[in-house]
């Protein structure tokens, strides 16, 4: 080492190029440990998630080969250098030179962008939005999560649909998702309307006004359609709890708040409520842990306890119970939520006690001295 | 290796949890005080063990446990260590006084099910978010949420570190929120809104009056547009879309709150610095790849000390970062199964991870009758977790 400390730089003299990676053993360690079954004969899911099979597919012999895209950081503080096409090399830099520096002046190029983000960067999970520009509104939206997509399984599995049922459920919406995307990649690139981005977005209706305050651009003609699954028994899923009754205690089957505005609940039913009320019966299960080590108390664990206060739960929720829902219904249609949303809340602020008249918020323009001193409700801005 | 074989569980030789949820993990949190820890779980329930080290021999005691009535997804401690917040799908957090073995009660609701919480000491709040698209602030003490705060869509992320505080939405929305901008008071952030002659008095007027004492004391007439900017400002410190393509995951904000990080399901992290002066510091990068398989990024933890980064994915692996220097610390090795979230302990001595199903594949990866998630307990070592210098003349 020429560095004249010697072993006391506090830098890394190395002449490799990825140097670190190298040192800190970490090529070397990940494949000692790699013991991973190598799934070759997955069947394909033709709707893009992924093989049949309760682990996740993974090459153990190609990681090796594929050691390359495990060292993401080599290419990304080249960005701002200039980057030669063509060299295979640097593919991966270029991708992320072209989506950092891309600029949506030319449809053509957003169209190649997004051509290229589908032939490389299609995650596994088909049920996104997407932007082909960053920090740029979507270019198609309606999201689900993991966990929204979960718990409407969940939902219909305690409602008695048979596991095949929710997996058709789930590829028609995986379906629609595609037809989207299809739909970006095979039609001349038209951006979407300019979402409003700032701060205009949660007032959008209120005053009837349609805004542009949308990023969601044609929610009416979004594919997601109300998805009527027949229900159908045979599948009880897996108890997860030792008592399964908490499963039928209340309708819990949202992905939006459309749901809820739909039905007419709004913030209100919670909102005014005085004090909490202890209207549903807490459902206790026996703890799963068989044995309780001391230190905490174990009250908790005692089954039947009925000594939690809950938030007064709306009446119209604890009817949702009893109603059938029939599947999987409209799942995101954002507009249509947020004006139900808006409705709900006009509702509440009229109910809400004010010492002025709120309609003053409802003006185009004030005059000097005319905004009431207190600020408006949420609602209003 | 043409032959399917078992795939090994546990291929980074952590010790296991005992007692483990029966289904999926939905998150895991250390106590801030001592080594206790809560993992909510899909299968209702929200549990807490005490984790024990002696060297490098790692043991866990379960504790406790409360229900919900539904799948709990998140959770949370109250920064003195003797309590738990915990929400889910059953619209409802519950305030579990653990250490003193009391009985839990709800505390918050929502129209939908409540995807994050969080508890924010410095204004003694806690804070919700729901895919019924609002954030709420509530004091504990009361049944009525303080604030209700409208977002762009539903809330799939939040990460605070006060003042900061970042939600990520779904379609790619991010919030930015600064907690220390009281609801009536005059934005400094929105000055550019005001005249240049008129942004004196709006100085002058800020801190004593009602912000709308403040612009009845303006040139008029005002229009609502205008007046919505300033009361939105009031709400929220900014919001921007994703550096990155697809669905939001999981965001963190940087110890020192100069930004955020933001992970998605396209096996991509996003590095976003705050301040206009920093943007040339943002980048984003890959991870949670194998071959043209794109997982997503499920959870982001900085470590408390270090402050380093670790990322687990829907591809079962977990990785340790130094986003100064840009460079992955360790790549650890990928489980059977995938790693919905992950923590590290107070003081980073301790990374917890779950190996369950995260449902990145839909309902057809979930089998009911072999399911199950592990709890791993993973000791890092300085190597992994602490950063290294840049190579090069430049110092820090």
């Given amino acids: 080492m020429s560095c004249q400390y010697g072993e006391r730089c506090k ?45 996740l597919p993974n090459g153990a012999t190609d990681f090796g080969s594929k050691q390359n895209h495990f060292k993401p950081f080599e290419n990304k503080w080249t960005r701002f250098s200039p980057l030669t096409p063509g060299n295979s090399a640097s593919r991966q830099s270029d991708n992320q030179a072209q989506a950092a520096n891309h600029k949506c002046t030319d449809p053509e190029s957003c169209k190649r962008q997004i051509v290229e983000d589908f032939e490389h960067e299609r995650p596994i999970w088909t049920l996104t939005c997407y932007g082909h520009c960053k920090s740029a509104p979507c270019d198609i939206v309606g999201d689900i999560s ?160 009925k000594a939690f206060s809950l938030t007064a739960a709306s009446p119209q929720i604890n009817s949702l119970a009893n109603n059938q829902l029939p599947g999987l219904s409209n799942v995101i249609n954002s507009t249509f939520s947020a004006e139900s949303t808006m409705h709900a809340q006009l509702d509440k602020m009229k109910n809400d006690n004010f010492s002025g008249d709120t309609s003053i918020w409802l003006k185009e323009e004030w005059n000097h001295g005319e905004i009431p001193e207190e600020a408006p409700p949420d609602a209003y801005i | 290796m043409s032959n399917f074989s078992a795939a090994n569980p546990n291929p980074n030789k952590s010790s296991e949890v005992a007692q483990p949820p029966t289904d999926s993990v939905s998150s895991l949190k250390f106590s801030p005080k001592a080594n206790f820890l809560v993992a909510t779980s899909w299968d209702n329930q929200v549990r807490c063990w005490e984790i024990t080290r002696d060297g490098t021999t790692m043991g866990s005691v379960p504790k406790a446990s409360i229900s919900h009535d539904h799948p709990v997804l998140c959770s949370a401690w109250k920064d003195d260590g003797t309590t738990v917040f915990s929400g889910g799908c059953d619209k409802q957090v519950k305030m579990w006084p653990l250490l003193s073995g009391g009985q839990p009660v709800t505390v918050a609701m929502h129209d939908a099910p409540i995807k994050e919480v969080a508890w924010v000491p410095e204004m003694n709040l806690l804070v ?30 939040l990460t605070v570190r006060h003042p900061l505080m970042v939600v990520g939405t779904a379609d790619r929305n991010l919030v930015v929120f600064n ?76 110890p020192d709150q100069q930004g955020f990080l933001v992970g998605s399901i396209e096996g991509r992290v996003g590095v976003h610095h705050l301040d206009d002066a920093q943007q040339s510091k943002n980048f984003t990068f890959k991870c949670h790849r194998e071959g043209n398989e794109i997982y997503s990024v499920n959870s982001l933890n900085f470590h408390p000390v270090h402050h380093t980064f670790a990322t687990a994915g829907s591809d079962g692996a977990f990785n340790f970062w130094d986003k100064d220097s840009k460079q992955r610390l360790k790549a650890m090795s990928r489980c059977s199964q995938p790693i919905p979230c992950s923590a590290f302990n107070n003081d980073g001595s301790i990374f917890v991870y779950s190996v369950c199903y995260d449902w990145s594949k839909g309902a057809e990866n979930h089998n009911p009758s072999t399911a199950k998630a592990t709890i791993f307990l993973h000791l890092p070592q300085e190597s992994e977790v602490k950063g290294k210098p840049r190579v090069g003349t430049n110092r820090k």
């Fill in chain 1, 146 to 305: 993991y966990e929204e997509l979960r718990l409407a399984a969940y939902d219909d599995a305690r409602r008695g649909l048979s596991l095949q049922s929710i997996v058709e459920r789930e590829r028609s919406l995986l379906n629609s998702k595609l037809i989207e995307f299809d739909n970006l990649l095979c039609k001349p690139y038209a951006a979407p309307l300019n979402s409003t981005l700032a701060i205009q977005r949660p007032v959008s209706n209120l005053d009837g006004s349609s805004q542009t305050a949308q990023n969601n651009t044609p929610p009416s003609a979004s594919s997601f359609s109300q998805l009527n699954v027949p229900l159908s028994t045979g599948f009880g899923m897996r108890p997860s709890t030792p008592s399964n009754s908490a499963f039928g205690q209340s309708n819990s089957f949202q992905l939006s708040s459309q749901t809820s505005g739909a039905f007419g609940t709004n913030n209100s039913a919670f909102g005014n409520a005085g004090s909490f009320g202890s209207q549903l019966p807490v459902q206790m299960h026996g703890s799963p842990f068989t044995s309780n080590a001391a230190g905490f108390s174990q009250n908790n664990m005692s089954a039947g306890s």
């Fill in chain 2, 128 to 157: 919700t978010g729901s895919w019924d698209k609002t954030i709420k602030y509530w004091d504990t003490r009361q049944s009525n949420p303080v604030h209700t705060q409208q977002l762009p869509d539903r809330c799939y992320a």
């Fill in chain 1, 11 to 55: 830098f890394l003299h190395v002449t490799q190029q990825q140097p670190k990676l190298n040192v800190s053993g970490f090529g070397a360690q990940t494949n000692s440990n790699f013991q991973h079954t190598s799934l070759q004969q997955q069947k394909p899911n033709p709707f893009g998630f992924g093989v049949q099979s309760s682990s």
């Fill in chain 2, 179 to 254: 907690l220390q901008n009281p609801q009536s008071h005059f934005p400094e952030n929105a000055l550019h809104l005001v005249k240049p002659k008129e942004r004196s008095i709006m100085q002058e007027h800020s801190f004593v009056h009602p912000i709308t004492r403040c612009l009845n004391a303006l040139s008029f007439p005002f229009t609502k547009n205008s007046l919505r900017s300033f009361f939105n400002y009031n709400a929220e410190f900014k919001r921007i879309t994703s550096p990155l393509k697809y669905q939001t995951r999981c965001v963190a904000a940087f």
